[in-house]
């Protein structure tokens, strides 16, 4: 079994704790971790360091994730430092959020779309010759026009061969159900992100999000929450889903104990 964490949840839990970065980066692995997940930024700023400390731990490096703004700026060629990444490491995917969409005239909308298609073929390409995957999720900002099945599906039907990020929290925040937008993407979904959600904090700083209806929603350790995670797991193993579940937890103030209890959660249920 393939579990990864985002890597800056880690560093932000290690960095309220006071703890040392190896030791416990090697303490989640005794309970199953066995890959990151992690920025371009992260990656970049420490990329000797990084690498050394995850092969000598043995710990994979499962893809990067990074954000753009190709709505406004299609001329914009910075994903190839992100796919170049990915390669020289060893990665086999990158995310790539390309851009929120605050333009409220049709033509003006369409225009944004147009172009965020327009690079995204570019870097789909580009991966492809080097190896490298390119996904997108559903975004959960409602700047977002792919924060949503309808919104994500567009891309996806546009761009041929970008691959589905499936995050299992964020359809909600457009008020979608997550099981049926399982049912849209999953053959075409490369990567898990196993994203709880909790209708109350679990802690009393915990941040909330909120959706289009201005419901508030709570980050919550994977299992933990009312996200149906299991049934989600279920129906892509029973599809012969090989890859990587993901585990995220932005704005959950218990940082390492969430994902200690996440990866506890999946080891079991995965």
């Known amino acids: 079994m393939k579990i990864a964490i985002f890597y800056e949840n880690f560093l932000e839990g290690i960095g309220k704790e006071g703890r040392p ?14 890959r990151v997940y992690m920025s371009y930024q992260t990656m970049a700023e420490r990329e000797a360091e990084l690498t050394a ?7 994979g490096i499962e893809g990067y994730y990074w954000f753009y703004d190709f709505g406004h700026h299609p001329e914009d060629e910075s994903w190839k430092n992100l796919i170049d990444m990915a390669e020289r490491t060893g990665a086999g995917s990158v995310l790539i959020v390309p851009g929120m969409v605050t333009e409220q005239k049709p033509q003006e909308r369409q225009r944004c779309l147009e172009n965020m298609a327009f690079v995204l073929k570019r870097a789909v390409d580009y991966g492809k010759n080097k190896g490298i995957v390119v996904t997108m999720e559903d975004f959960d900002g409602l700047d977002a026009p792919y924060c949503c099945v309808d919104g994500l599906k567009w891309f996806l039907d546009h761009v041929d061969g970008l691959k589905c990020g499936f995050d299992t929290g964020n359809f909600i925040i457009d008020g979608e ?5 399982l049912d849209v993407f999953i053959d075409r979904i490369f990567a898990v992100h ?3 959600r909790a209708k109350q904090p679990h802690r ?13 929603v709570y980050a919550a350790p994977v299992g ?20 990587t579940w993901i585990i995220e937890l932005f704005d959950y103030s218990d940082m390492l104990e969430g994902l200690r209890q996440s990866i506890e959660w999946v080891m079991l249920n995965g």
């Open 21 to 34: 970065e190896k030791e416990t980066l090697a303490e989640l692995k005794n309970f199953g971790l066995n």
């Open 53 to 59: 400390l995850l092969e000598e731990l043995q710990l």
């Open 177 to 181: 159900n997550e099981l049926e937008a």
């Open 194 to 196: 196993l994203k709880d």
């Open 204 to 216: 009393p700083m915990d941040k909330a999000k909120y959706g289009r209806d201005g419901h508030a």
């Open 224 to 243: 933990s929450g009312y996200i149906r995670i299991k049934e989600i797991i279920d129906r892509l193993k029973s599809f012969k889903y090989e890859g």
